[in-house]
């Protein structure tokens, strides 16, 4: 499907004005969002050089033609897809019951709140009111199936960037080989 000309002009007027963070908070902020699911980069050499698997896949790698330094990335962008994978699939794991928070109700959750909290704590009643809701939509989203669906459908769509990043990245180290 082609892009209009007023479209495509609209899209890099957009694109110029969404420079991303600008304070420092933000940037810190932004920088750890790849870390989110534990896919941002690969282990410390020390946890991979001790692996027998990695060990025996850099051997491997060796035997086909790779060298010493090219077997290893291709190794170290090998383990970062089963991560991806493995993520993927926690991500779509069921909540265990157990763990879930019980259908409760709004007035049900301030009683609770009332009994947990100190008599000496003062809290603000907005800002309890404000708990009282936060834990409120917590409940409705452990205890709705739609919602929960919604949940691991994002956390699947999230994944998919790290996935297709590192898809890139293997084949980039599978084309080293000499």
């Known amino acids: 499907m082609k892009t209009s000309a007023?479209?495509?002009?609209a899209n890099r007027a957009n694109a110029k004005r969404s420079t991303g963070p600008r304070s420092v908070v933000g940037k810190h902020a932004s920088s750890k969002?790849?870390?989110?699911?534990?896919?941002?980069?690969?282990?410390?050499?020390?946890?991979?050089?001790?692996?027998?698997?990695?060990?025996?896949?850099?051997?491997?790698a060796r035997g086909l033609g790779y060298s010493d330094e090219e077997a290893a990335t291709l190794v170290n962008a090998l383990q970062t897809n089963r991560s991806i994978i493995e993520a993927k699939h926690i991500a779509y794991a069921e909540k265990p019951i157990e763990d879930r928070m019980p259908n409760l109700s709004a007035e049900r959750i301030d009683e609770l709140l009332g009994e947990w909290m100190s008599?000496?704590?003062e809290v603000d009643p907005r800002e309890r009111r404000h708990v009282v809701n936060m834990l409120r939509e917590e409940v409705k989203k452990d205890n709705d199936p739609v919602a929960r669906l919604a949940i691991k459908i994002d956390a699947h769509r999230k994944l998919m960037r790290y996935e297709q990043r590192?898809?890139?990245s293997l084949r980039r180290a599978a084309k080293g080989q000499k």
């Not at 007023?6 to 002009?9: E, G, R």
């Not at 790849?34 to 410390?44: R, T």
């Open 33 to 60: 969002n790849a870390n989110k699911h534990g896919l941002a980069g690969s282990l410390p050499e020390g946890e991979r050089a001790h692996s027998l698997l990695n060990t025996e896949l850099v051997n491997d």
């Open 119 to 121: 008599p000496e704590v």
């Open 6 to 9: 007023s479209k495509l002009l």
């Open 166 to 168: 590192a898809a890139n």
